[in-house]
């Protein structure tokens, strides 16, 4: 290119060329992970080593994809209703564990936790909405000053917004409890096996049916009744429906209030799963069910629930199916890395996500 060049020439050129380096880029990736994951994946399957292992892999996959599900619903709910990214989401799942925590705590107290398998359902059950009761009023509190205020705002101010009330949160519950962190008390029956012949203990089980039973719930629900129906036209266009007689405060109030009982119900189920709390709790796991919000498509409540199975499954049995053949030590340490790998590729492959983006937050 000689320096009489017009300017105008040389940007859409300059421009040419960096697409033409960013697509040979992501060709790059997408085959060098490919290669990872057929190599590996045919290295430790013809080992053998695994052979009795991989059951239990996919039962741990299960529940913990279930939980991701549960908190994903709810970040795709209030997306699909309010284009917002509500990262505040994961503390509110931390707010239903500890208050799942001191329910069963105090429980404990009176020699009731463990007082037989009637004692223990209704401990949970107690424990599930006194955990739901706590994320709601946090989320509508949440609602109603950080976000409601600036619903015509610009994008970017909501979203600030969104990071400074997930940090409220945070620092408030370390205020209360301080950074320690607490450990669910045991709930005997809950540690036994299921009789099945691979390794399954009944609080997975409860996780699984109970994270079940409350997505079929949840579909039903915006699929079904009035409330919903009005959760569907708000997202398609608050306006319209605003015309048409629908209360648009209270369906957002309503649509943050049915994701934060999913938050704080999937709060209780990873406590009594993995045992402990504190008040970052709640980081991972909603870093992890954003993606899978996004993996399955962003908006798309379907999409979420398959997305959270989805990134579930990979985090459990991914790391040794695809890395323990090819000698990578501790392969367990890199399970994240594997699931947002794993995200990043299915979003290179199809962005919209594994069901695709829903402009309607709960359209089937």
């Known amino acids: 290119m000689n320096a009489g060049t017009p300017a105008a020439v040389r940007i ?13 880029f992501l060709w790059a990736l997408r085959i060098i992970v490919i290669l990872v994951v057929v190599i590996g994946s045919y290295l430790t399957l013809a080992s053998g080593r695994y052979t009795n292992n991989w059951l239990d892999f996919i039962v741990g996959g299960v529940v913990l994809g279930s939980i991701y599900a549960l908190i994903a ?18 503390d509110i799942f931390m707010a239903g564990a500890v208050g799942g925590y001191f329910t069963a705590v105090a429980l404990a107290s009176v020699d009731f936790l463990n007082g037989g398998v009637i004692n223990a359902i209704v401990s949970v059950a107690l424990m599930m909405v006194v ?31 969104a990071i400074g009330a997930s940090w409220t949160i945070e620092y408030t519950f370390r205020g209360f409890l301080g950074p320690g962190i607490y450990a669910y008390p045991d709930i005997g029956v ?24 409350m997505m079929v719930i949840l579909y039903l629900f915006v699929q079904r009744s009035r409330m919903g129906t009005a959760i569907r036209a708000v997202s398609e266009d608050k306006a319209t429906a605003a015309l048409m007689g629908i209360d648009v405060n209270r369906t957002i109030e309503v649509t943050f209030a049915v994701g934060a009982a999913m938050a704080g119900a999937a709060g209780v189920l990873y406590g009594l799963e993995f045992r402990q709390v504190f008040f970052l709790t709640g980081f991972v796991p909603g870093v992890k ?4 919000a996004v993996l399955g498509g962003i908006g798309n409540v379907p999409g979420a629930m398959l997305g959270g199975l989805f990134l579930g499954q990979v985090e459990s049995w991914g790391p040794t199916l695809f890395l323990a053949g090819l ?17 990043v590729l299915v979003l290179v492959f199809r962005p919209s996500g594994i069901l695709g ?6 359209r089937a």
């Not at 069910?289 to 899978?292: C, M, P, Y």
């Open 190 to 213: 809950l540690l036994e096996n299921v009789p099945v012949p691979f390794q399954l203990r009944w609080v997975d089980l409860l996780v699984i049916v109970s994270a079940v039973v």
């Open 73 to 90: 619903l709810g970040y795709t709910m209030v997306y699909g209703i309010l284009r917002l990214i509500n990262f505040a989401h994961g």
């Open 12 to 24: 859409p050129l300059i421009e040419r060329v960096t697409d033409a380096a960013i697509s040979g």
């Open 357 to 362: 983006e829903r402009i309607t937050a709960a």
């Open 131 to 161: 955990a739901m009761a706590v994320a709601v009023v946090i989320a509508l509190l949440v609602e109603r000053v950080a976000y409601r205020p600036l619903r015509n705002a610009p994008r970017l101010v909501p979203l600030i917004s």
């Open 327 to 343: 000698g990578v030590p501790a392969v367990n340490q890199l399970r994240d890395v594997i699931a947002f790998t794993m995200l």
């Open 289 to 292: 069910a954003f993606a899978a």
